[in-house]
């Protein structure tokens, strides 16, 4: 009920203004229902069967409006290709790249509603630092506002989808159409970190082929200002177990006698860092180097140091590079989760028989995923450590031979990927942004986050840029998700600038 009671209160409000005015402000906000029967669509890659019906919906919005569609094989779920011919076969053609899938859900740290019933709402944070939320209706100007339409992948990632349909609308209805072919591939496990992808790419390269790459997905600089990223850092991730005893023993019996793992799981996580948060591992930052020129733009990103640190909550950086900025062109080593015994009123007094790590590895284009594991797993046999194959209980053989047994193992999703921002492709989105909006957007070199695109860049042979539309604080991966609407017709105009700006200039 609160589905259909939100659709008609968006009809209500949209009718009025939309009715006598057909412009790209009036069809972004009519377009609203639509955008919020696309995200009551579950989309859960790894849940069987919920994606067909985004796609199939996705299929139907671009044949009305004359896009040729094809489902490309996949060894997972099918990629889906959306092209539009220019008049002149001779054009340039430009792949856009966006996913449809999200990630998954716990309904009970949803407050407002349910992940897949939209609700429009606000969002503040309190004098004591708690996220408040509040229901709230469609404003009778969004754009200016502060509501927030929530909703599992209402920003990351059917809304740059929804408005790429919304700016296509609008330059049709002003006459006019993009000077270059136009083919849409919607990616339908990127959340699931595309396992399929380079194979995929690999069969259909001449399907995908195109002379520019558009990336849309992510937020913007956290200025909530228009902007463009040359590159995403790839990743990777591994698993680390240090074993002590066969069982947990007690800690008063055999304490200061049988090794604790949790220790020296944590002495070995430590010696791959110094007190700075730099990585001490030989040969891990090899081949990164930052001439002035890229320090200068770096510098020039307006990341505000003292509202990072409040808002995140922390007084010290990390010594890795001398902002934010250089601290991306790193490949990073991440402990993201830890775990050994028990913790909190579960806690016993004993001495645990397995530590376990797991951690990711943020990779920059300098750097080889595989390459770099191989170096964290010497170090780690450097620091006296038998590797046993991951998986297995250490034999007794084993236990009785090596006074250290650890397993280590890791695999590599996908490679970073860099595009010249000041390039053919770089300069022509700069050119359309500057025109739409009165100033030059923020250049960002490489985005923190991960997105598989370097499969397109590497096989098609194609320059890449991340086009991100939406609030930097959109809970994105998280419960309560949401788009801010400001950045919802902002990212309207966005895109029908993209779509208007000529390729090339005479």
């Not at 506002?145 to 609008?170: C, H």
């Not at 890229?294 to 990072?308: H, K, Q, S, W, Y």
């Not at 943020?362 to 780690?380: M, N, P, Q, T, Y």
Request: proline share 8%; hydrophobic share 40%; net charge negative.
């Amino acid at each position: 009920m609160r589905y259909y009671l939100l659709l008609l209160t968006t009809f209500v409000c949209t009718c009025a203004r939309a009715q006598s005015d057909t412009t790209l402000y009036a069809r972004t906000l009519a377009s609203l229902p639509t955008y919020i029967e696309f995200l009551s669509l579950p989309n859960d890659a790894q849940i069987d069967g919920q994606l067909e019906p985004n796609l199939q919906w996705l299929e139907r919005e671009f044949s009305r409006r004359g896009f040729e569609t094809q489902r490309l094989p996949n060894a997972g779920i099918d990629l889906l290709l959306l092209s539009y011919p220019a008049e002149d076969a001779g054009a340039e053609t430009v792949l856009f790249y966006g996913h449809v899938d999200g990630q998954p859900v716990d309904p009970s740290k949803w407050v407002l509603a349910p992940p897949f019933e939209p609700v429009y709402g606000t969002m503040e944070v309190d004098s004591s630092g708690e996220v408040v939320y509040a229901a709230a209706e469609l404003p009778t100007a969004p754009e200016e506002s502060e509501v927030r339409l929530f909703g599992r992948a209402s920003s990351d990632a059917k809304a740059p989808i929804m408005l790429f349909l919304v700016a296509w609308d609008q330059l049709v209805a002003d006459g006019k159409r993009p000077d270059y072919h136009v083919k849409f591939v919607i990616d339908p496990m990127e959340e699931a970190s595309s396992p399929d992808l380079p194979g995929a790419v690999e069969t259909h390269r001449e399907a995908l082929a195109a002379d520019h790459l558009v990336i849309l997905d992510g937020p913007v600089h956290a200025t909530n200002q228009p902007t463009l990223m040359g590159g995403a850092r790839g990743i990777a991730t591994a698993r680390l177990t240090v074993y002590g005893p066969r069982l947990p023993q007690h800690s008063g019996h055999y304490g200061n006698y049988a090794p604790n793992p949790a220790l020296r799981l944590a002495q070995l996580l430590g010696s791959m860092k110094d007190q700075q948060g730099r990585v001490t591992i030989p040969g891990y930052y090899d081949g990164i180097e930052l001439d002035a020129a890229t320090r200068e733009m770096l510098a020039g990103v307006p990341d505000n140091v003292n509202d990072i640190r409040q808002q995140i909550g922390f007084s010290e950086a990390d010594g890795v590079g001398e902002n934010l900025q250089e601290a991306l062109q790193y490949p990073s080593l991440n402990i993201r989760g830890l775990s050994s015994g028990w913790v909190g009123s579960a806690a016993r007094t004993i001495i645990p028989s397995t530590a376990v790590a797991n951690l990711d590895l943020r990779l920059v284009k300098e750097s080889d995923g595989d390459r770099l594991l191989a170096l964290v797993e010497e170090h780690i046999e450097n620091q006296g450590f038998h590797l046993i194959p991951d998986g297995r209980e250490p034999t007794d053989e084993e236990r009785a031979s090596y006074p250290r047994l650890a397993s280590f193992s890791g695999d590599t999703s996908y490679g970073a990927f860099r595009t010249d921002l000041n390039g053919p492709t770089g300069a022509w989105l700069q050119r359309a942004l500057t025109h739409t909006f009165d100033a030059a957007p923020v250049l960002v070199r490489t985005m923190g986050g991960s997105v598989p695109i370097a499969p397109f860049v590497n096989t098609l042979d194609v320059p890449a840029i991340v086009l991100p539309l939406v609030n930097p604080d959109n809970n994105q991966h998280s419960p309560n998700e949401n788009i801010l609407l400001r950045n919802y017709f902002r990212g309207a105009q966005s895109l029908y600038g993209v779509l208007a700006e000529p390729l090339t200039t005479d």
